[in-house]
Each structure stands twice: as C-alpha cells, then as structure tokens.
C-alpha cells in the first residue's frame, strides 16, 4: 500500500487533539502517581504492538495499519472515553468481523466501514443507549470473562509455532527449549516481583530483562521484527476510494452494523470489569461516543479499527494505573516506535510478550467463578459453559452475549411463570374474589387461565390485581379471553385495584381489543385507593 506522504495531507494531530482536549488529558478531580501511569503505558504499548501487528496480518492489512489502529483507538479513548484506565486498540473481535470485506472487495471497502461503524457506535451513545449493558446476568459476563481468557492463552501457543516451506509447523528441540525457558522466565518475573516491590510494573520488568539477556547472549529466538516491519510515518489522512452510493452502502453496513455491536459489547463489557475491579463508576455512553469517534478516523488515517482491549486494560490496571495518562502514554509510545523506534523494538522477543500476555490470561480468567461452581443454580452454570464455548470456538464475543442474554432471559421469564398465584375466597355478598400474584405476562397467561373456575363460578367475579402487574399484550389478550369466557356464561368480571401503568397499558390496547368500556360490566376498571 502506497501511503500518501504526510506533507499531501492535514496532519493527523492537528486534527484530533483540539486546545480543549489538551486541557482534559489529566483527570485533575484525582492524584496522579505520574510513574506509576507512565511505566504502566509503557507496559501496555510492548504488549499491544505484537497484538496489533498480528491482528493486522491475519485480516491481510499491511502491518503499519494495525499500529496506525492502535494508536489512534488508544489516545481518542484514553482522552475522551468513558473511564480512566481502559485501553483501547486494535482488538482482534473487531477485525476478524472485516476478514471476509477485505478478501471480498479491498482495503477501501474495510476502511469505508470502519468509519461508517464509528458513526452508528457514536449514534448509540447519543441516544444513551449503553445503559442496556447493565441487562447482561452475571453468568454471562463470567463465560464472557473466561472464554477471551482462553481465547488468549490459546492464540500464545502460536508463537510456538514456525513456517516451513509454507506450512506451520510446532518449534522442536533447541528452538522450543529457548521459547519455553524464555517464557518460563519472564512468568516467573512477573509472579514473584510483585512479593518484592510494586513500584515498578513486573511486565515491563520481566521484557526488559528478557531482552536484555536475548542481546547479550545473542540467542536466537524469535524477535517482534520476524512479524513484520514497524517502521512508518506519522497515519496520513485518506478519505476511502470508494463510491458514495446505495450499492456501496448496502455492502459495508452489514460489516459495519456488526462490528459496531461487537466493538461496544466487549468495550462495555470491559468497562464493566474495570468498574468492578477499581470500586468505581465509568460512563457507558461516553465510552461508546469516544469509540465510535476513534473509528471514524482510523476510516480516514489507515487505521484498521477496535474497540477497549480487555489483555491490555488488565495489563494496565495490574501496573497500578487509576488514570488517562497510562493510554496516552501507550498510545504516544506506538507513535515514537513508528516513526523512531522501529530498530530497536523489532529486536524485542517474542518470548517474552507471550508470557506476558500468558499472565494476562491468567490473571483475566474468573477463578471465583470455579470456586462457587457447585452452589451456582443449573441454568446459570449452563449459561456460563454456553458463553465460553461460544467465546473459545466462534471468536464471536457478540454472538456468545447475546445468546447467553437470550437464554438468560428466557430462564427468567419461566421462572416467574411458575410463580403467578391466584388466592381465592368468597365474601358475605357472594362475591367471587380472585387475588392474583405475581406477573401477569407471555409467560403466564397459560398458568393465568387455568386458575379459573368458570362453570362453578358464582354470578359475580373480582380479579384484584393489587400484588400483580399486567405487563404486555399477552397479558391483555389473556384478560381479553377470560372475561368473555364469563360473559358468554352470563356472569360479571371486574378487574381491581391495576396500577396506573396497566390502567395506561390497557387503554393503549383498545383499537385491538375491547377493554376498559364502562358500560360493559365485565370491563369495569377500578383504580386502588
């Protein structure tokens, strides 16, 4: 790819870092531990690079797209996302979405739905809609959790791994005896520095100790350049060579309506797990607006796109890191090595990233979850498996959430079908009372009916509805037959006590069904006192 040269175009920061976002680098409400954030995005940018690059190949991108990617993701999001401390980049749930857009039509085509994703991710946010995070169950976010957990570990034993003569083929010997003991090393460093101090960020420690050793013993083992060059300039600005017509928009919105949805499920998801993990609130919809915002310009800076990357905030936070500086820092530090850097960290071993990124895995995986296995109700437990599976086999974390929310949510609604009650008694008038519990809804109705007695009923008849709640259509149908079941019987039906909602529900229903006539006995209303 023939990148235009950067004196041909708008210069990329003059473009995304107006005077008013320089005043908001910094969170100025919180004390910032300055080395602390500056190591930790160090850190962070050594395991992102290698990430990138290879997320990049596997799509057919050229390389310097997944670090253009990563670096303009991670300082839009680290600026103006919605909570400090969460990276973000060029994740590979998001690329592996624009796989098959690349072989099918191109580069332009990929970048023309990046950016037309950004605008429908940007769209969600506006509208507030990332609060419906918060509808995903706890054993989903725990399959969610564990599944990229292994997800992770798995795409490390790729760099056990070697081509010859085209085809793959596991390192033995010498070679994999050098993998495995460099990999052995830099975990041990991580596990056992943080005993000693945590001043400084064991990952960052473990490479450069790691490295430092490849250098002065000159072992020959596999180095970040074997992946490929990362040597480039500043991303230059390039609107997509593609015609601004129908056509053209119908084949990109199904790729980019998709990997928005993918992007903004993990991203929320991982905003979700930073929340838990520091004890604080992040802003869901912010986050999605900065998100969609980095994609818009990675759409026009040959930047392949992402989303917040769940490694490399664990990563992040596992440094110490509490605020904005640790992105920016990473984000900068992805720049530096592209335009300067590139010698040096293509010498950098490939050893030493896996078993960061190993430890990331580990420390990502949700252990608690094991440990309360057996106490966990049957249909959480098969939620949990089904989204991990999902998760591990499709690499679809989208499709795993939504499954796991739709399973999750269909196991709800039985239960509380089961749960809808009906007290009955006669009073001195020889009125029929039926006290009704719980929800009355799609789920229910069947339950509903059959706690009535319509033949052996006396001639009047009152559903109080005063500990239940009508809910949907089904519901009302459901009153719609049960009250001409009476009728045809020559017997009175009234509905007590509704709250105003399902007074307001059924009222909305009348063009459909007859409901709430007070002329017509079975259908008088009475609100509760």
Not at 42 to 61: D, N
Not at 150 to 165: G, H, P
Not at 402 to 426: Q, Y
Not at 437 to 466: H, R
């Amino acid at each position: 790819m023939n990148l235009p040269l950067l004196s041909q175009t708008p210069t990329f920061a003059a473009l995304i870092i107006p005077m008013k976002a320089a005043l908001n680098l910094f969170d100025f409400s919180q004390k910032i531990n300055y080395r602390t954030e500056i190591l930790a995005g160090l850190t962070v940018a050594m395991t992102m690079i290698p990430e990138s690059l290879s997320f990049a190949i596997l799509a057919g991108f050229p390389p310097l797209v997944g670090l253009y990617g990563a670096f303009i993701m991670g300082l839009v999001t680290a600026v103006f996302g919605g909570r400090p401390g969460l990276i973000s980049g060029g994740a590979g749930a998001t690329v592996i979405v624009l796989i098959a857009l690349m072989k099918l039509h191109g580069l332009e085509y990929v970048f023309g739905a990046i950016a037309l994703a950004g605008v429908l991710q940007i769209g969600v946010g506006l509208l507030k809609l990332g609060k419906f995070i918060r509808l995903v169950p706890q054993p989903v976010m725990f399959g969610f959790v564990n599944g990229l957990a292994i997800v992770i570990f798995m795409s490390q034993l790729e760099q056990f791994k070697m081509t010859v003569n085209g085809q793959t083929e596991w390192l033995t010997g010498t070679p994999f005896l050098i993998m495995a003991g460099l990999v052995a090393l830099t975990i041990a460093i991580v596990m056992l520095l943080p005993k000693f101090t945590k001043k400084i960020p064991a990952s960052l420690v473990a490479i450069a100790v790691v490295f430092a050793i490849v250098m002065i013993f000159n072992i020959d083992t596999k180095q970040v350049e074997d992946i490929a060059s990362v040597s480039g300039s500043l991303p230059p600005f390039h609107i997509p060579a593609i015609p601004f017509n129908l056509e053209t928009l119908h084949v990109i919105f199904p790729y980019a309506m998709i990997m928005a949805a993918v992007g903004l499920t993990e991203g929320l998801l991982t905003l979700n797990l930073v929340d838990e993990i520091t004890g604080t609130k992040g802003n869901s919809n912010r986050e999605c607006v900065a998100q969609g915002s980095a994609n818009i310009l990675n759409g026009f800076f040959f930047g392949m796109g992402g989303c917040p990357m769940i490694a490399q905030t664990l990563v992040n936070l596992s440094a110490g890191s509490r605020a904005r500086l640790s992105g920016i820092v990473a984000a900068l530090t992805i720049l530096v090595i592209i335009l300067v850097g590139a010698p040096v960290i293509g010498k950098l071993p490939m050893a030493a990233l896996t078993g960061v990124m190993i430890m990331v895995a580990i420390g990502t995986f949700e252990w608690a979850s094991l440990k309360i296995f057996k106490r966990m109700p049957k249909s959480d437990i098969f939620v949990m498996i089904v989204v991990t599976l999902i998760t591990v086999f499709l690499h679809n974390l989208a499709l795993a959430v939504l499954i796991g929310v739709i399973i999750s949510a269909l196991v709800f609604a039985w239960d509380n079908a089961k749960r809808i009650r009906a007290r009955k008694h006669v009073d001195e008038n020889g009125v029929k009372h039926y006290d009704i519990y719980g929800p009355l809804f799609f789920g229910s109705v069947t339950n509903f009916s059959e706690k009535f007695d319509v033949a052996n009923d006396p001639a009047e008849i009152i559903i109080d509805f005063a500990e239940s709640r009508v809910v949907d259509m089904s519901a009302i149908e459901a009153l719609n037959a049960i009250t001409n079941r009476y009728h045809k019987a020559g017997k009175t039906v009234r509905l007590q006590h509704l709250s105003p909602d399902c007074i307001t529900l059924l009222k909305n229903a009348e063009a459909i069904i007859e409901v709430n006539i007070l002329e017509d006995p079975m259908y008088l209303v009475t609100e509760k006192a």
